[in-house]
């Protein structure tokens, strides 16, 4: 499919935003360009966060934490089998322990067997740990029968979530989700993590006004010692990063890159050839998240949690091997799956008039701990909102969807549940990935009514992919130094993505890597500096360039790390003919 690289609009002068003197010109361009408007959007202090009882719900949570507390009440937390709720469960659990809490288990769902969130069959298989607090995180807010149940059994439940709620929320004691009607809270983009973390916060607060630590022998505990787990849980879930997140983020990367994380973290980072010391969000992103998701996808997500909780190191880095195990079969899988699903794209055409505006893929033989993956390469590649179904039960099919900018993909469900009733058995989700069950006879006709219902929202050229650029960068700024100083000006992600700049250079030379990869050695039209660059993954769908070649390419200042030596090379993301 086409992509088009699109410069970013730079504020008009009226509009322009006040921000330091002493920023670097390109560093102050970038964080107009997305569209930062004061000097306070850039303070990663902790003091920079919004106070925790602006979330709706929070006053009575505290209320039934601190209770079960007092009372050592057995507490149980439910989690999600995916990194945001890994990271949330051993936030939940590290904090509550050290908060006082002499009783608390977690009980994570085995995505095969039993499904997502809190169901009436976790509840059966959470009695037998008798809990008399039952919290979840990551999860809950759709979970009307799962609550009920609990309920009925003499639980009280507390649910912390940050998925969207259906037009019912839960009957539980208390709930804590950014995102449920009537919470006022400046940031709806929390992860479960984050919402967990603000629980806490607010219970250790609580603690300190009634004088726990002191009748209790304890000392007040500082809780931003756990943000590396609040930070990985938020990258691994891409929420976007709006001010609130990128405070979490950085003080949580500043901890790791410190040595303070905690080992599971350390370890993780050491399994992918990572040095935790340079540790950015792309690493957490695409080297430990996936590793630390392989748990959930292939086999039970404790092992992940474990690995979050261990606090001896030697056994940490056996966990957080056996997960790199994991996560190189969950990539083995993967890849049959990918081959499969290009069989289907080409069955269909490749071509914007060959496949459907809202694309669905099923295969008997997809892993459905898998397929939320494969909906990601598909959009990628196809540049279109993508379910991809895996069989579940008997007569059932699980699917995960990703979307495009310009689809809300959970409002796009709940409509076609609207109008088309007992067509989609559940869903839930956010507005760029979502989760589906329905029965596998509904299949065709919901691929049908989700391709019409994402042709009322998006238009052929919607459907094309958009590379967000920067502008060009001026000569003095291709720097090893500047390359550094853009790194550090973040964090950067979803929502507030890495710097990006597009040009025209001459190929000096060219190269094929391992088959996949275009190495070059580039310079711009009258310049004599030669800049190394390389494009991932290019070599099948670019034939090498020859020498002379003019080039526009759209690309990443980044610092290549190679025996003990660091120089600048152009992180390509796309090419092809000036002038094009």
Not at 78 to 100: E, S
Not at 422 to 448: Q, S, V, W
Request: with cysteine; charged share 25%.
């Amino acid at each position: 499919m086409p992509t088009a690289i699109v410069r970013r609009p730079l504020p008009s002068p009226g509009e322009r935003p006040e921000l330091p003197a002493d920023l670097p010109p390109l560093l102050a361009r970038v964080y107009a360009l997305r569209g930062v408007a004061s000097a306070r959007e850039l303070d990663q202090a902790l003091t920079a966060l919004p106070a925790p009882q602006r979330l709706k719900g929070i006053d009575r949570a505290v209320d039934l934490l601190s209770a079960a507390l007092s009372t050592d009440a057995r507490i149980l937390i439910v989690a999600d089998y995916d990194a945001d709720g890994a990271t949330a469960c051993a936030l939940a659990v590290r904090g509550l322990r050290a908060l006082g809490a002499r009783h608390v288990d977690y009980l994570v769902p085995n995505r095969q067997r039993h499904g997502y969130g809190l169901t009436p069959a976790i509840v059966e298989l959470a009695a037998a740990r008798r809990p008399e607090l039952l919290i979840t995180v990551d999860n809950g807010i759709a979970s009307l029968e799962g609550v009920a149940a609990a309920q009925a059994r003499g639980w009280q439940v507390l649910v912390t979530d940050h998925h969207l709620p259906g037009e019912r929320l839960p009957a539980a004691d208390a709930i804590v989700n950014p995102n449920q009607p009537g919470c006022s809270f400046p940031s709806k983009a929390l992860a479960g993590v984050g919402v967990m973390f603000y629980v806490l916060l607010a219970l250790r607060a609580r603690l300190r006004t009634s004088g726990w630590y002191g009748a209790c022998g304890l000392t007040e505990p500082n809780l931003a010692r756990l943000l590396d787990l609040v930070a990985l849980g938020t990258v691994a879930d891409v929420v976007p990063l709006d001010h609130l997140n990128r405070v979490l983020v950085g003080q949580g990367l500043a901890r790791i890159r410190s040595g303070a994380a905690v080992p599971g973290i350390r370890a993780l980072a050491e399994v992918a050839g990572r040095d935790p010391a340079r540790l950015g969000c792309s690493d957490i992103g695409f080297t430990l998240a996936p590793r630390l998701n392989a748990a959930g996808r292939l086999e039970d997500m404790a092992l992940g949690i474990e690995c979050l909780l261990c606090d001896d190191p030697v056994r940490a880095r056996e966990l957080a091997v056996t997960l790199d195990r994991l996560n190189r079969e969950r990539r083995d899988i993967e890849a049959v799956m990918q081959a499969a699903a290009l069989e289907d794209l080409e069955r269909l055409g490749l071509d914007a008039a060959g496949l459907p505006f809202g694309l669905c893929l099923y295969d008997p033989h997809w892993h459905q701990g898998v397929v939320g993956i494969l909906a990601a390469r598909v959009r990628e590649r196809t540049h279109r909102p993508t379910i991809v179904f895996a069989p579940g039960d008997p007569g059932w099919l699980k699917g995960s969807a990703r979307s495009v900018p310009g689809l809300h993909l959970r409002d796009a469900l709940a409509a076609v549940d609207a109008r088309h009733p007992g067509l989609i058995e559940r869903f839930g989700g956010h507005a760029a990935a979502a989760g589906l069950t329905l029965a596998e006879a509904n299949y065709p006709d919901f691929a049908a009514a989700f391709d019409a219902e994402v042709r009322r929202h998006l238009g052929a050229a919607d459907l094309r992919g958009v590379l967000y650029s920067d502008g060009e960068l001026a000569p003095g700024d291709c720097t090893l130094a500047i390359a550094e100083r853009l790194r550090d000006g973040g964090p950067w992600g979803q929502g507030f993505p890495e710097p990006l700049f597009d040009g025209e250079f001459e190929v000096v030379a060219a190269r094929t890597l391992k088959e996949r990869h275009l190495k070059l050695s580039v310079r711009r039209p009258g310049l004599d500096e030669v800049l190394d660059a390389i494009a991932f993954g290019a070599a099948g769908s670019c034939p090498e360039p020859l020498p002379g070649t003019r080039l526009r390419l759209a690309y990443r200042l980044d610092v290549n790390e190679w025996n003990g030596r660091r120089r600048l090379q152009l992180l390509v993301l796309h090419l092809e003919p000036a002038g094009a």
